[in-house]
Every structure is written in structure tokens, then in C-alpha cells.
T-cell receptor, first 113, second 114 residues
Framework: QKEVEQDPGPLSVPEGAIVSLNCTYS??????FMWYRQYSRKGPELLMY????GNKEDGRFTAQVDKSSKYISLFIRDSQPSDSATYLC?????????????FGKGTKLTVNP | DAGVTQSPTHLIKTRGQQVTLRCSPK?????VSWYQQALGQGPQFIFQ???????QRGNFPDRFSGHQFPNYSSELNVNALLLGDSALYLC?????????????FGQGTRLTVV
């Protein structure tokens, strides 16, 4: 079993839809959870970062972490064609920049005008 | 403030050859990590360099090696290239002692082995 599981999609939605992206994980030691957005042939860029369980909101994006279920989500409200990209969940055990990231496979999202 | 820069952006090599990829970290960062991203997959951790030493290593063979220079820039070397080494190679920089600092990625080097 992989440490981090993510449905690769693809996911196609109309503009303005609410998008829900999810990951599950098996290692209960993970405490820090991130969502990266990756446009085609580009490097990942950090979207959201959360510690432990709870919700975090940033504009149209909301990240949720449920450590009891080992389940994390990213919600995108009022989706836009510019949101079309691959979304990668990532997690690590400890704080600080010295810890490696463990990624999911990524979910490819297309928002249609 | 320049972010993480990688060179070259694209590279085509023949099976059996050797390749060197380069990375300059974001200003103020002292740690460089390398990831391999195969098509349709998430990035996989190769190794991390801090204070010019390899500090962590993922499940990659010894054909993959690296170096970090005093200015924190880094190189990734791959020997005896295999077709399966074709991937996007990502460099990420971070600050080792930072409490909540996160990794910032470069745009990657796309390596094609033929």
C-alpha cells in the first residue's frame, strides 16, 4: 500500500463549479499537509499548507485535514478555467525545511468555460 | 528575488550516458532536495543536501549522486542512464532551521533518455 493515495482523475467541471480533491494516507506520523498546483510542464507551486487536523481557508481555496480518518481535502469554490492544472497533495512528518515530502500521484483538473 | 532556478530545461541523452543537472536555490535557503517525477506520477524524493552533505536519501540506486556547493547550489548526476530515467527532475529549496518554511520548487529539467 502506498503511503499517500490520490485519485488521478481526470476531473472535468464547468466554470463556477465547486471542486473537491482528496487524498488518503496510511502513515499516522504525518502532521503537515500541503496542496501543490502544477501546470503542464512546470514545477509545483504551493497552494495551501496546514498543520494537524482542521480547516484553512485562502480566498476560493479551503484545505481540510481529518487525521482520525487519515483523509485530506482541497475545495475550490467558483472554479475558473485558470484553475485547470494537476493538484498534488503532499505531506511530511516534522516541521521545518529539512523533512522530505511524500506526494500523491496528482489529480488532473480541467475547468471548462 | 529569484526563485529556484534549474538548468537546463530540456535534455536528451542516449542510454548508458551520464547527465548533470543544476539547481540554484531561492535566496536565503540552505537546503536542496531533488525529486523525480515520471509522467502521470507525483514527485518521488531522491535525496537532500545540507551543508554540502547528503542528509537524506530516497529509494534510488547509487547511479544517482549529487553535490552541494558552498553557495548552496546543487548538482544531480545520473550515470549509466536507463530509458526509465526519463522524467521531470525537480529541485526544491528550503531553510533547514525554519519552523514552518516550505519547499519551493523550480520549473524542473525534463530528461529524455533514448
Amino acid at each position: 500500500q502506498k503511503e499517500v493515495e490520490q485519485d488521478p482523475g481526470p476531473l472535468s467541471v464547468p466554470e463556477g463549479a465547486i471542486v473537491s480533491l482528496n487524498c488518503t494516507y496510511s502513515n499516522s506520523a504525518f502532521q503537515y499537509f500541503m496542496w501543490y498546483r502544477q501546470y503542464s510542464r512546470k514545477g509545483p507551486e504551493l497552494l495551501m499548507y496546514t498543520y494537524s487536523s482542521g480547516n484553512k481557508e485562502d480566498g476560493r481555496f479551503t484545505a481540510q485535514v481529518d487525521k482520525s480518518s487519515k483523509y485530506i481535502s482541497l475545495f475550490i469554490r467558483d472554479s475558473q478555467p485558470s484553475d485547470s492544472a494537476t493538484y498534488l497533495c503532499a505531506m511530511r512528518k516534522n516541521q521545518g525545511g529539512s523533512e522530505k515530502l511524500v506526494f500523491g500521484k496528482g489529480t488532473k483538473l480541467t475547468v471548462n468555460p | 528575488d529569484a526563485g529556484v532556478t534549474q538548468s537546463p530545461t530540456h535534455l536528451i541523452k542516449t542510454r548508458g550516458q551520464q547527465v548533470t543537472l543544476r539547481c540554484s536555490p531561492k535566496s536565503g535557503h540552505d537546503t536542496v532536495s531533488w525529486y523525480q517525477q515520471a509522467l502521470g506520477q507525483g514527485p518521488q524524493f531522491i535525496f537532500q543536501y545540507y551543508e554540502e552533505e547528503e542528509r537524506q536519501r530516497g529509494n534510488f540506486p547509487d547511479r544517482f549522486s549529487g553535490h552541494q556547493f558552498p553557495n548552496y547550489s546543487s548538482e544531480l548526476n545520473v550515470n549509466a542512464l536507463l530509458l526509465g530515467d526519463s522524467a521531470l527532475y525537480l529541485c526544491a529549496s528550503s531553510l533547514a532551521g525554519g519552523r514552518d518554511t516550505e519547499a519551493f520548487f523550480g520549473q524542473g529539467t525534463r530528461l529524455t533518455v533514448v
